[in-house]
């Protein structure tokens, strides 16, 4: 028997398992035998009890056993009768509801409410998709996002130090220029700076110590972020001086440019 009959026949064989499960879940098939591709192919069908509305599910989709509620419409129907399941939803995420029984039609209907922790914010709305879909993290309530957020976002709080830094275009200068003095890589192992990689512009003599110094182009080196934490870790970040950059340095000091320009 050749590939091709092969897959033919049991293409053949899915299709006759297909119009048995679409059966035997109260659907009536609307679909022939060349519809039918694969288990995964939307087939067109209708539901024994909702006979107006053309629905396209699959065959993995009907065969599905965690599945109650195969047909949307059903699904709506009961959820519609079982208000008290909407309610449960609306209490599990703290949400005190607004609204009747009879204002519920579907998961996508606008249903009012006001969360218990934020009553004074006042009406808001969602849906019950909204509250079940998946993903949700769980702050429906715009106040509750807010401070949610706000937790995880906090703005970083700037120095006097980093806030002349940043602002003064001095600074940038300086910077710039002791990044190109040293072609973009660190005094000490030689790495390139990178988006992965990051360089520090570093005062030989202390920013806090020599404000005359501060835009001093002799007055700097590129060092790694990894070495840049190292030499503040051994020598501290006040008080840093020439002599240190030499111990830190070592015997890779007396091929660098910078030790002729100081």
């Known amino acids: 028997m050749s590939k091709s009959r092969h897959i033919e026949e049991q293409r053949l064989r899915l299709y006759r398992e297909a119009l048995e499960h679409f059966k035997s879940n109260g659907f009536v098939p ?13 087939l067109k069908c209708r539901c024994n009890k909702h006979l107006s509305a053309v629905q396209e599910i699959s065959y993995n989709g009907i065969r599905k056993k965690n599945r109650k509620f195969h047909c949307k419409l059903c699904l709506h129907d009961s959820l519609r009768t079982n208000i008290e399941y909407v309610y449960n939803i609306f209490d599990k995420n703290n949400l005190i509801p607004l609204f009747e029984s009879s204002e519920y039609k579907d998961a996508n209907t606008k249903l009012y409410y006001v969360c218990k922790k934020h009553q004074a914010f006042g009406k808001q709305y969602t849906t019950l998709y909204a509250l079940t879909r998946k993903g949700y993290r769980g702050y429906v309530c715009k106040k509750c996002m807010a401070e949610y957020l706000s937790r995880i976002k906090t703005p970083k709080i700037r120095t006097e130090r980093s806030r002349v830094n940043r602002d003064d275009n001095g600074y940038r200068e300086w910077q710039k220029y002791i990044y190109k003095k040293y072609n973009w890589k660190c005094a000490l192992c030689g790495c390139k700076g990178s988006k992965n990689n990051q ?16 835009l001093d ?24 001086n020439l002599e240190q950059i030499e ?5 890779a000091i007396e091929n660098r440019e910078y030790v002729q320009d100081i």
């Open 199 to 214: 360089i520090n512009a570093h005062h030989i003599f202390g920013y806090k110590e020599y404000p005359d110094l501060r």
């Open 247 to 251: 111990e830190f340095l070592g015997e």
């Open 217 to 240: 182009k002799n007055n700097g080196i590129v060092l790694c972020f990894k070495h840049h934490l190292e030499f503040h870790k051994k020598y501290g970040k006040e008080g840093n």
């Open 30 to 42: 609307l679909f022939t035998e060349l519809d039918f591709i694969n288990v995964s192919t939307p």
